[in-house]
DNA sequence: TGACATTTGTCCGTATGTATA
DNA sequence: CTATACATACGGACAAATGTC
């Protein structure tokens, strides 16, 4: 692990023990290296990093200052697994095969006629509370060894351990309405309004190595930008 | 303007151009010092910025690749005329007035009772088709010298010119059905699916300038995460 | 398999610019 | 006006991953 990365491990810590009033001022630039013993271009990347992610903003000639939980603690734009880490994720399969590959997909993975892909739904639950229904579609030729049992575990790293590289995950977010068997699933209404996230996750290049659709139970996601 | 941040319009310029294939390889560091004269550290910083968001990405001890267009050129999760940036956006305006700040208006934004919102619907235009309607409440006593003719440009841009400083914009997104009076607005069918988005506009600590309801005509947003 | 050059990633010290209080 | 704090920029060194011979 990197030196900056560990710092802004430590200062994500500090921050989340509600050490600092939201929309208090941190400690300064020079403070934090004496206190890390790290160099200043050091400690500004550790705090790029907390900025990024939603816990401080910065002023320049002021300070940095912490944000309110809800701009780093809620439902965010991020893989699932990073949005409830720390949590007691866990999950239901509702299927698990193999199927030959749609014209679509055919297209989409850059594969030929005949071949196949794995494809899979299940519930993932935090604190046995239903979060999200996926449905996934990854080819087969890219993992030979891929079976039902990692579906209990974060896929994503499954994928990461196999290849070690994942460039891009791409997602688009739109508008539906839960059919009847996704509302029960999900433990909500029939015709209900959520949020899709369909997920195109890559490996390198143009190697597509995953497709999701991604159906939450929740109608709502959030994000942040700052200046 | 600082000098990163010219090199980076300057190469996203070039990717937009279409001077490299998608997925192909960009010049690397030190090729890039010598073309534009700087340091590798305002090198780097010109291409991280690129890479935040969404022209490349990079490999270590591989190089710099360019995305494909999707990745960046799509209806991103930013503010408005961020997202059509370049494009012929202009405004018609539903309404314009003055308002008692309701009771969770005025905890919103820190008012006392009897304080007054401006309050303005309008539709956003690219080429003359409406891309969204935005709804907005902000506070009287921020803005003394806020009136209509100031909808038809950027608000945020005037609010910018007001205080030079907007810290935040935190935004939460929804599923909506259209009722009948915002479809025929978007020139969308009645109960349509699309996407809403909450904004809400900080300036310093918790001085909140602006509420929005924005109610997108097209049912998708897009959105990219990079290793 | 191993050695090697290349390329990005991390880290340090230092100097100067600029906004804030 | 001045001190402080963040922002930008330079130069240099070494680490780690990659691609190739």
Redesign the pocket.
């Known amino acids: 692990m990197?030196?900056?990365?560990d710092i802004a491990n430590q200062l994500i810590t500090m921050i989340e023990s509600g050490e600092y009033r939201p929309w208090g001022l941190?400690e300064?630039?020079?403070y934090l290296t004496r206190l890390f013993?790290?160099?200043?271009?050091?400690i500004?990347?550790a705090?790029s990093q907390l900025k990024d992610r939603g816990y401080i903003h910065?002023?320049?000639?002021?300070?940095?200052y912490v944000n309110p939980p809800e701009f780093y603690k809620e439902q965010h734009l991020t893989t699932l697994s990073d949005r409830y880490a720390n949590l007691n994720l866990s999950s239901a399969v509702l299927e698990f095969n193999i199927v030959y590959a749609s014209e679509e997909f055919l297209k989409l993975f850059h594969l030929f006629k005949g071949q196949k892909l794995y494809h899979y739904r299940r519930i993932r639950l935090v604190d046995d509370i239903p979060v999200t229904l996926e449905e996934t579609w990854m080819p087969v030729s890219l993992f030979d060894d891929f079976n039902e049992s990692h579906l209990y575990g974060s896929v994503m790293k499954y994928i990461e351990n196999r290849y070690?590289?994942i460039s891009h995950d791409f997602k688009q977010i739109q508008a539906v309405a839960l059919n009847s068997q996704t509302a029960r699933h999900l433990r909500k209404e029939e015709h209900s309004l959520s949020l899709q996230i369909i997920h195109k996750v890559y490996l390198l290049k143009s190697v597509l190595a995953q497709y999701t659709i991604e159906t939450q139970a929740e109608n709502y996601l959030s994000a942040l930008s700052i200046r």
Chains 1, 2 share one sequence.
């Open positions: 990197s030196k900056y990365v941190l300064g630039e020079l013993s790290a160099s200043r271009v050091t500004r990347k705090l910065s002023r320049q000639g002021s300070g940095y070690h590289v």
